[in-house]
Structure formats: C-alpha cells, structure tokens
C-alpha cells in the first residue's frame, strides 16, 4: 500500500492569511494539535496548538507563527512503512505527503498508518514471533529465510533495527506462519545467531499477556 492511498482528506491545511484562532477551532474539531500549512500548493512545515497558545495572540496570521517539521514529508508513490519512519524521526502525528510534481497531496495520520499495518496480512496471519540479536556484519535475511524453510516454514514479515545497547549489533525480528517455532529457533541458533525473544501464538491464547506486553514494548521503542 502506497502513502497516497493513506490520505486523511479530513484533515485539510491551513494557509499563511489564516489566522491562530482559525487553526485553533479546526485543531479542537478533527482533535489533533497540529496542522499542516500551504502556500501555493507547496508544503511549507506544520503549526502546532502548542505555539499559538504560547503566543497569547491568535489574531496572528499563521506566517508570524514558528512552522516545524518542515521536512516531515514523503513522496505519494513510497510506501506506508515510510509513514511511521518519519513520524517517529520528528515525533509528530501527521505526516505530508508530496507528489512527484512536489505539491502537496494531504497528510497521513499514525493513527491510520498503524491501522492498515493492523490489518495487513503479516499481522493477521497466524504464526509467532523470534527476535534474533547479531552482529552487523553477520545479517544475511536470505540466509535466515533458508534456515527457516528448512524447518517447513516461511517469514511472512522481517524488521532490523539497532541495538541501542552495542553500536555493532542488530535485532532481526521475524514474524513465521507457524505458532511453534521451538524447531526454528533451535536451528536459527545452530547457525550462529542468538535468539532473544520467542513469542508464540498459543502463548498470547492462553493469557501469557505479560509476554505479549513485552512484545508490545518492543515494538514501541
């Protein structure tokens, strides 16, 4: 799924003649507290509730206000993992989305960005989770997805991210059709690699919600 397809036509933006006051009311109606602002079709950053409150002046036009973000924005063609990529790089809600042509297009919301995740088929598919911790330079997805076709398997979605705690090491997570993965994780460690978290279906079923929430933790970070 594209960025494009993702574009809350709810949300419209403000422009540069509007004022604080404006802003304010169409924040407290779609409860959001920023907004994006445009000027001749081009993304220009967003205005945040925020701001104008600490102004004590919402007569002001928008331009007298300071923007943010003004980079918070991807192409309508990207796909929606680069939503929550830039949202979490500049901590906002919305995201801009751009067209080729560079006019603004709209914004996407997290909120709906994490929803179509939801019901990809990644996440709806049942099977289990592994984490695995390596060193960078040992990463080899193709490598790992042979390992777990060996074991009558498949990866139905992987995630990298670094290891906050050794700069030289990355955490692989997996999601794998199958809600037993005792097999899988065994030969995963036979290769090398260090397994750190397992999270099985019939776990979460039987009401291990404290693994579930750790898992949830995770994902978060």
Same mark, same amino acid.
């Given at each position: 799924?594209? @960025?494009?397809?993702?574009?809350?036509?709810?949300?419209?933006? =403000?422009?540069?003649?509007?004022?604080?006051?404006?802003?304010?009311?169409?924040?407290?109606?779609?409860?959001?507290?920023?907004?994006?602002?445009? &000027?001749?079709?081009?993304?220009?950053?967003?205005?945040? &509730?925020?701001?104008?409150?600490?102004?004590?002046?919402? #007569?002001?036009?928008?331009?007298?206000?300071?923007? +943010?973000?003004?980079?918070? +924005?991807?192409?309508?063609?990207?796909?929606?993992?680069?939503?929550?990529?830039?949202?979490?790089?500049?901590?906002?809600?919305?995201?801009? /989305? /751009?067209?080729?042509?560079?006019?603004?297009?709209? $914004?996407?919301? /997290?909120?709906?960005?994490?929803?179509?995740?939801?019901?990809?088929?990644?996440?709806?598919?049942?099977? @289990?989770? =592994?984490?695995?911790?390596?060193?960078?330079?040992?990463?080899?997805?193709?490598?790992?997805?042979?390992? $777990?076709?060996?074991?009558?398997?498949?990866?139905?979605?992987?995630?990298?991210?670094?290891?906050?705690?050794?700069?030289?090491?990355? !955490? =692989? #997570?997996? !999601?794998?059709?199958?809600?037993? /993965?005792?097999?899988?994780?065994?030969?995963?460690?036979? +290769?090398?690699?260090?397994?750190?978290? !397992?999270?099985?279906?019939?776990?979460? !079923?039987?009401?291990?919600?404290?693994?579930?929430?750790?898992?949830?933790?995770?994902?978060?970070?």
């Amino acid at each position: 799924m594209t @960025a494009a397809e993702l574009i809350n036509y709810l949300i419209p933006p =403000l422009k540069l003649t509007d004022d604080g006051n404006k802003a304010i009311i169409w924040m407290e109606e779609l409860r959001t507290n920023q907004l994006p602002v445009v &000027e001749k079709g081009k993304f220009l950053g967003f205005i945040s &509730e925020e701001v104008i409150l600490e102004n004590n002046d919402a #007569t002001r036009p928008i331009s007298e206000y300071d923007l +943010f973000a003004e980079d918070c +924005f991807i192409f309508e063609d990207q796909h929606f993992y680069d939503v929550i990529k830039m949202a979490h790089e500049h901590e906002v809600q919305l995201v801009s /989305i /751009i067209g080729r042509n560079g006019n603004f297009l709209g $914004v996407v919301t /997290i909120e709906d960005t994490i929803s179509s995740f939801a019901q990809s088929m990644a996440v709806q598919e049942p099977g @289990a989770i =592994l984490i695995v911790s390596m060193n960078y330079r040992d990463y080899s997805l193709a490598e790992i997805s042979r390992i $777990v076709e060996g074991e009558n398997a498949k990866i139905l979605s992987s995630c990298v991210t670094n290891d906050y705690m050794d700069a030289s090491r990355i !955490k =692989l #997570t997996l !999601k794998v059709n199958k809600p037993d /993965i005792s097999h899988i994780s065994a030969s995963i460690e036979r +290769f090398g690699y260090k397994v750190i978290g !397992k999270f099985q279906e019939i776990e979460i !079923k039987s009401n291990d919600q404290d693994r579930y929430d750790m898992l949830m933790k995770y994902l978060n970070i």
